[in-house]
């Protein structure tokens, strides 16, 4: 059923050959752009900010993402981190686009939302010799077919010129999502969560990038880790901040 060249050949004998297979690539790239165009007519991209059709994001929507300022009073000393900020809250625009990038494959998304963070981080003076993205577990990154954050993290680190060491800090087990749990239930989920190596971060100067801070139970636990292994800081930074109840002393959060 598997076999390729059935497909378009089905007089001769089955089974791949070296000669067969460029042109049982093609063909599948063919079928995958009609596949593809034939979706998209039915199921036309829509807008995450507003819903209009035809576009994953549009014009208005990201000068409406533009004109949104950024929050100081996220900025500070947090926990492991040498310093912590966020490029807003997550509400409104900006948890549409972030919730339209994590969860309806729109790796597009990741554009201007690093584009976002490049513009807090300029105004920041913050010094960092690699940008650090906050894994996934391989299994979830399969299952998602990306990691949001790593995409966020490859657009800004283009933008500031900062090379991404997207290998540096990796996840060890599959933790259930965050979502719904109090912050001492967040804080034991992802402990012992993530290993860091060593000769990556060693007297560096890192820049840690998450998508949502909730409580700071992932980055806290990834600054952590990247210390031991010898990091000289960690600065902290999130495309949103949830403003709950969770950050403020305990309870549960919904955010996500
Ligand atoms: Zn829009």
């Known amino acids: 059923m598997n ?14 050959s070296p000669d067969r297979r460029p042109r049982t ?10 596949l593809d165009a034939a979706l998209e007519l039915l199921f036309p991209p829509r807008c995450a900010g507003c819903q209009r059709v035809d576009t994953v994001w ?12 950024f929050p100081e009073r996220q900025v500070g000393v947090r926990g492991h981190l040498a310093a912590f900020a966020s490029s807003g809250d997550h509400e409104g625009l900006l948890r549409k686009a972030l919730l ?22 300029e105004g920041l003076q913050w010094e960092a ?12 990154e399969r299952e998602r077919g990306y990691n949001q954050t790593q995409l966020i993290g490859q657009s800004l680190a283009q933008k500031i010129a900062v090379p991404l060491a997207d290998d540096a ?10 979502v719904g749990l ?28 998450d998508d949502v801070y909730t409580t700071g139970a992932t980055l806290g636990e990834c600054a952590l880790v990247l210390a031991e292994a010898g990091a000289r ?24």
């Open 3 to 16: 076999q390729p060249c059935v497909i378009y050949d089905s007089a001769r004998a089955c089974g791949p």
């Open 25 to 34: 690539r093609y063909i599948s790239q063919q079928l995958r752009q009609m």
């Open 58 to 69: 549009c014009e208005e929507c990201q000068c409406l993402l533009d004109a949104l300022p």
């Open 100 to 121: 339209a990038l994590k969860y309806e494959n729109t790796p597009q998304l990741a554009g201007p939302l690093g584009a976002r963070l490049a513009t807090l981080v």
């Open 129 to 140: 010799d690699f940008l650090v993205p906050v894994p996934l577990h391989p299994a979830r």
């Open 169 to 178: 800090l990796y996840r060890t087990s599959n933790t259930r999502a965050q």
């Open 182 to 209: 109090t912050r001492q239930q967040r804080k034991d989920n992802v402990s012992k969560a993530f290993v860091a190596r060593t000769d990556q971060v060693q007297g560096r100067d890192l820049l840690l990038v």
């Open 233 to 256: 800081s960690v600065f902290g930074l999130t495309l949103t901040q949830a403003v709950s109840p969770a950050n403020h002393g305990g309870g549960t959060t919904e955010w996500m």
